[in-house]
């Protein structure tokens, strides 16, 4: 007998990984990317490899894990009454914005308007990193307390 509910936490958690993989590695390619003194088939490459990157892998990784997390809450509406699950959805809110504004940077990059440096980049990888531990240590303390 199959089970829906952790079929659907299955792909939330697959889609939720393949997400967390491009938000680590696309503000890395934008380190690189912004270094001063890359050649133009260099910097074609990079706008190839982050378009791919957002396009084919971020975006659709984004919306399945918004998609799956709410068949998951509606399966479980107990959850919205735990504030636990009320900080989680905000820093997966943040997390959204981060993914947009690395859109935008892209786009920068793509009409040559890049003005960030690649110390920022370097600094703003690491925001991901942050939310990713905060959400992970929501879930597993705020599930089994």
């Known amino acids: 007998m ?3 509910y952790l079929i659907v936490k299955s792909l939330h958690i697959i889609s939720f990984t393949a997400w967390m993989a491009g938000m680590f ?4 390619l ?3 990317h912004s270094e001063n003194n890359l050649r133009d088939e260099e910097k074609q490459r990079f706008l190839l490899m982050e378009k791919r990157l957002l396009k084919i892998i971020m975006n659709p990784s984004m919306m399945l894990t918004w998609l799956f997390g709410i068949i998951l809450t509606i399966q479980n509406p107990f959850y919205l009454t735990e504030v636990w699950f009320h900080i989680k959805i905000l820093f997966v809110f943040l997390m959204s914005a981060m993914h947009g504004y690395f859109s935008y940077c892209y786009k920068m990059f793509l009409y040559e308007r890049n003005n960030k440096s690649h110390k920022f980049f370097r600094i703003i990888n690491e925001v991901p ?9 929501l ?3 705020g599930v089994n307390s």
Do not use: A, D, Q
């Open 2 to 4: 199959l089970n829906l």
């Open 25 to 28: 590695y696309l503000p890395r």
């Open 30 to 32: 934008f380190v690189y």
């Open 129 to 137: 990193t942050i939310f990713f531990l905060i959400i992970v240590f």
């Open 139 to 141: 879930i597993v303390f």
